[in-house]
């Protein structure tokens, strides 16, 4: 008999996907696409956020989606402006996606202006933002592993109004397909962007009116981050002193290397404060993949090695492991706690220190890594990425597209040669991704 590779005998697998198929197709419907059509800005009591955004997204052809997944030669700007419904009708740390378009103000987050921009006028919008803030402050988000361009603008969104933050906000979104079966290829458009990062960062220390430079990145956008800073500080000798603060939540990295970013930083650095949770289920998984080795957002800070690591390193830790909020995999308390992400505006804006005191112990984001494991588009992997398909509903258009394009010929296969992850998706052909 030939030994089985994908987990058992076809027939069984065959049943469990169409079962697991079944689930999704049932649960709640996902969201609508493409919401960034600007509406009337017709609901005066909502709040609204503007926002300068660099990305090195390719632009889209869609007018509600402005950016994809794919990867421009150069960064791109845009000026946009999200509206949120009061607190009575949302509750902080939630994104209100509207169920149907157009979007409805008084209920919905809606997008009011989303205009691309020059390069020029991106400079001007932000010097006037920075004379606005009232202290010359920045507040730089970079958004994890399976990111759509609407989920990483309504996210920072969310995270602007409900922390409070007077800083002039800045998203930087790199190109990630928002398919959870494209991790390999979100992982190198980080490193993709390093230098656009990294240019930014630049002109921001060289601007005599930004005055403090808060940088907050999640997840895989972790790893842009210190990338960035860390080719910044080599290339400059050391870091600039108004980058004060650098806040990691929930970081897919290497805790190795990590350690050898941080070194190569030099003495001269931000202020590290680190969001960790011990029950974050995508980093576990992402630790499976990436050989065994501690994911830096997972980490004990109170076992050796790390506690003495990070007191001479001077990172505070807050570990949010008894914080209950954020999604099923405890992969974004940082953003859908009301006590943190308020924690987190009052660092920035206050300078406050960042305690575990000041918490108490009492994507929404997919996992980082369960695409790795259906990456090559078998079986097994499929079987692996079902639960988190059944818990979020964003996921549950795509999973339900490779699902029926494994059974679309009639066979199953353990790989499909020439159908790198999401690239047929992109290209609508059949068989691979959405």
Request: aromatic share 6%; hydrophobic share 40%.
């Amino acid at each position: 008999m030939a030994q089985q590779t994908d987990g058992g005998s076809p027939r069984v697998v065959q049943c469990l996907l169409v079962c697991v198929m079944l689930a999704v197709l049932m649960g709640c419907g996902g969201r609508p696409k493409n919401v960034l059509t600007p509406v009337a800005d017709s609901v005066p009591e909502t709040k609204r956020v503007d926002m300068l955004v660099t990305t090195t997204r390719g632009r889209s052809a869609l007018e509600g989606e402005m950016f994809t997944g794919e990867r421009a030669p150069e960064p791109t700007f845009a000026d946009m402006t999200v509206s949120i419904p009061p607190e009575s009708v949302r509750k902080v740390g939630e994104v209100a996606w509207p169920k149907k378009l157009p979007s409805n103000p008084a209920t919905d987050f809606a997008t009011l202006k989303a205009d691309e921009i020059s390069r020029e006028d991106a400079r001007t919008w932000l010097r006037a933002a920075v004379r606005k803030s009232g202290d010359g402050s920045v507040l730089v988000f970079i958004h994890g592993f399976n990111n759509r361009f609407e989920d990483s603008v309504y996210r920072f969104a969310q995270i602007v109004e409900d922390s409070g933050v007077r800083s002039a906000p800045v998203l930087v979104t790199w190109p990630s397909r928002g398919s959870v079966f494209a991790y390999g290829y979100d992982r190198e458009s980080t490193n993709y962007t390093r230098n656009a990062l990294e240019t930014l960062f630049q002109y921001l220390a060289r601007d005599p009116e930004v005055k403090e430079v808060s940088i907050l990145a999640h997840s895989m956008g972790n790893w842009l981050a210190l990338e960035a800073l860390r080719q910044m500080a080599i290339r400059n000798g050391r870091l600039p002193a108004k980058f004060e603060n650098v806040m990691l939540a929930a970081p897919d990295v290497d805790v190795d290397v990590f350690r050898q970013q941080i070194a190569d930083m030099g003495e001269q650095r931000p202020h590290f404060t680190l969001f960790v949770s011990r029950d974050d289920r995508a980093l576990a998984l992402s630790r499976r993949v990436w050989g065994d080795v501690a994911r830096l957002g997972a980490i004990d800070p109170e076992q050796p090695p790390y506690k003495k690591e990070l007191s001479d390193n001077k990172i505070t830790v807050i570990d949010l492991t008894k914080v209950k909020a954020g999604d099923r995999l405890h992969h974004g308390k940082f953003a859908e706690s009301p006590e943190v992400v308020r924690l987190i505006g009052a660092r920035i804006s206050d300078g406050q220190a960042l305690t575990d005191s000041k918490i108490g112990l009492g994507d929404t984001l997919l996992a980082a890594t369960t695409g790795t494991a259906a990456a090559a588009g078998n079986v097994a992997g499929l079987i692996l990425a079902a639960p988190v398909a059944v818990i979020d509903a964003n996921t549950r258009d795509n999973y339900a597209g490779n699902v029926s394009g494994l059974f679309g010929s009639g066979t199953m296969q353990n790989n499909a040669p020439d159908c790198e992850p999401g690239v047929r998706a992109e290209r609508g052909q059949s068989g691979c991704g959405r």
